[in-house]
Protein backbone atom coordinates (compact mmCIF):
# COMPACT_ATOMS: atom_id res chain seq x y z
CA UNK A 1 0.00 0.00 0.00
CA UNK A 2 1.17 3.32 -0.96
CA UNK A 3 -0.20 6.44 0.77
CA UNK A 4 0.41 10.05 1.01
CA UNK A 5 -1.31 13.02 2.25
CA UNK A 6 -1.81 16.55 0.62
CA UNK A 7 -3.37 19.30 2.40
CA UNK A 8 -4.78 17.14 5.28
CA UNK A 9 -6.59 14.71 2.51
CA UNK A 10 -4.91 11.29 2.93
CA UNK A 11 -4.54 8.97 -0.31
CA UNK A 12 -4.04 5.11 0.23
CA UNK A 13 -3.30 2.82 -2.34
CA UNK A 14 -4.01 -0.93 -2.95
CA UNK A 15 -3.52 -2.77 -6.12
CA UNK A 16 -3.88 -6.13 -7.36
CA UNK A 17 -3.37 -8.15 -10.58
CA UNK A 18 -6.39 -9.66 -12.14
CA UNK A 19 -5.05 -11.55 -14.93
CA UNK A 20 -4.64 -11.27 -18.75
CA UNK A 21 -6.23 -12.33 -22.23
CA UNK A 22 -5.81 -11.39 -25.36
CA UNK A 23 -8.13 -8.40 -27.09
CA UNK A 24 -7.58 -7.96 -30.93
CA UNK A 25 -4.94 -10.68 -31.08
CA UNK A 26 -2.64 -8.72 -28.16
CA UNK A 27 -2.27 -9.42 -24.86
CA UNK A 28 -3.78 -7.57 -22.18
CA UNK A 29 -2.76 -7.45 -18.60
CA UNK A 30 -6.18 -6.23 -16.08
CA UNK A 31 -5.09 -4.60 -12.89
CA UNK A 32 -7.20 -3.68 -10.32
CA UNK A 33 -6.56 -0.66 -7.52
CA UNK A 34 -8.43 0.22 -4.27
CA UNK A 35 -8.16 4.38 -3.67
CA UNK A 36 -8.96 5.42 0.07
CA UNK A 37 -9.50 9.44 0.30
CA UNK A 38 -9.50 10.55 3.78
CA UNK A 39 -10.45 13.67 5.12
CA UNK A 40 -8.06 14.47 7.85
CA UNK A 41 -8.56 18.05 7.81
CA UNK A 42 -10.83 20.33 9.60
CA UNK A 43 -12.97 21.45 6.73
CA UNK A 44 -15.24 20.11 4.44
CA UNK A 45 -13.78 18.99 0.71
CA UNK A 46 -15.34 17.82 -2.57
CA UNK A 47 -13.32 16.12 -5.02
CA UNK A 48 -14.32 17.41 -8.46
CA UNK A 49 -12.25 15.75 -10.85
CA UNK A 50 -9.34 13.33 -11.68
CA UNK A 51 -5.90 13.37 -13.67
CA UNK A 52 -4.38 10.01 -14.42
CA UNK A 53 -0.82 8.97 -15.89
CA UNK A 54 -0.77 5.13 -16.40
CA UNK A 55 2.50 4.00 -17.44
CA UNK A 56 3.80 0.34 -18.92
CA UNK A 57 6.79 -1.12 -19.31
CA UNK A 58 7.31 -0.57 -23.06
CA UNK A 59 6.94 3.36 -22.22
CA UNK A 60 3.17 3.89 -23.38
CA UNK A 61 1.77 6.40 -21.42
CA UNK A 62 -2.53 6.88 -21.28
CA UNK A 63 -3.79 10.28 -19.78
CA UNK A 64 -6.97 9.81 -18.07
CA UNK A 65 -8.89 12.64 -17.37
CA UNK A 66 -12.77 13.24 -16.14
CA UNK A 67 -15.32 13.99 -13.47
CA UNK A 68 -15.19 12.92 -10.16
CA UNK A 69 -14.47 9.02 -9.52
CA UNK A 70 -16.74 6.09 -10.55
CA UNK A 71 -19.38 8.25 -11.24
CA UNK A 72 -19.62 10.33 -7.62
CA UNK A 73 -18.18 13.63 -6.58
CA UNK A 74 -17.85 12.69 -3.15
CA UNK A 75 -18.08 15.10 -0.39
CA UNK A 76 -16.16 14.59 2.99
CA UNK A 77 -16.90 16.01 6.34
CA UNK A 78 -13.97 15.94 8.49
CA UNK A 79 -12.50 12.89 9.54
CA UNK A 80 -14.51 10.89 6.80
CA UNK A 81 -13.45 9.06 4.10
CA UNK A 82 -14.37 7.47 0.38
CA UNK A 83 -12.92 4.33 -0.79
CA UNK A 84 -13.55 3.55 -4.23
CA UNK A 85 -12.45 0.23 -6.61
CA UNK A 86 -11.42 0.53 -10.23
CA UNK A 87 -9.17 -0.71 -12.64
CA UNK A 88 -6.77 -0.56 -16.29
CA UNK A 89 -5.45 -2.58 -18.49
CA UNK A 90 -1.32 -3.08 -19.99
CA UNK A 91 0.10 -4.34 -22.89
CA UNK A 92 2.67 -5.35 -20.57
CA UNK A 93 3.13 -7.18 -16.93
CA UNK A 94 4.31 -4.04 -15.10
CA UNK A 95 3.38 -0.27 -14.87
CA UNK A 96 2.48 2.14 -12.70
CA UNK A 97 0.00 4.92 -12.37
CA UNK A 98 0.38 8.26 -10.39
CA UNK A 99 -2.33 11.62 -10.75
CA UNK A 100 -4.28 14.15 -8.74
CA UNK A 101 -7.54 14.63 -7.72
CA UNK A 102 -9.05 18.55 -8.12
CA UNK A 103 -10.83 19.38 -5.05
CA UNK A 104 -13.15 22.51 -3.63
CA UNK A 105 -12.52 23.59 -0.23
CA UNK A 106 -16.03 24.59 1.74
CA UNK A 107 -14.84 26.17 4.17
CA UNK A 108 -12.46 28.73 1.76
CA UNK A 109 -14.25 27.84 -1.44
CA UNK A 110 -10.74 27.10 -2.59
CA UNK A 111 -9.87 24.68 -5.10
CA UNK A 112 -6.29 22.88 -4.76
CA UNK A 113 -4.96 19.32 -6.03
CA UNK A 114 -4.49 16.53 -4.22
CA UNK A 115 -1.36 13.83 -5.24
CA UNK A 116 -2.29 10.28 -5.81
CA UNK A 117 1.51 8.73 -4.81
CA UNK A 118 2.81 6.87 -7.85
CA UNK A 119 2.16 3.13 -7.00
CA UNK A 120 3.50 0.01 -9.36
CA UNK A 121 1.42 -2.40 -11.38
CA UNK A 122 3.34 -5.89 -11.63
CA UNK A 123 1.84 -9.13 -12.32
CA UNK A 124 3.22 -11.56 -9.80
CA UNK A 125 4.82 -14.07 -12.20
CA UNK A 126 6.84 -11.82 -13.78
CA UNK A 127 8.54 -10.84 -10.75
CA UNK A 128 12.21 -12.17 -10.41
Same mark, same amino acid.
Given at each position: ???? &??? /?? %? +?????? #???? #?????? +????? /??? $?? +?????????? =???????? =?? *???? $??? $??????? /???? &? =? %? @??????????? =???? @?? /? *???????? $???????? #??????????? *? @?? *???
Amino acid at each position: MVQQ &VTK /GI %K +ISVETN #FEGS #FYKNYK +IQYAF /GYT $VT +IENQSKDSVQ =LNTRHWEI =LD *ALNN $VEI $VEGDGVI /GKKP &V =L %K @PGESHTYTSGC =LLTS @PF /G *AMQGFYNM $VNFTTTKK #FKVVIPTFKLS *A @PF *AIN
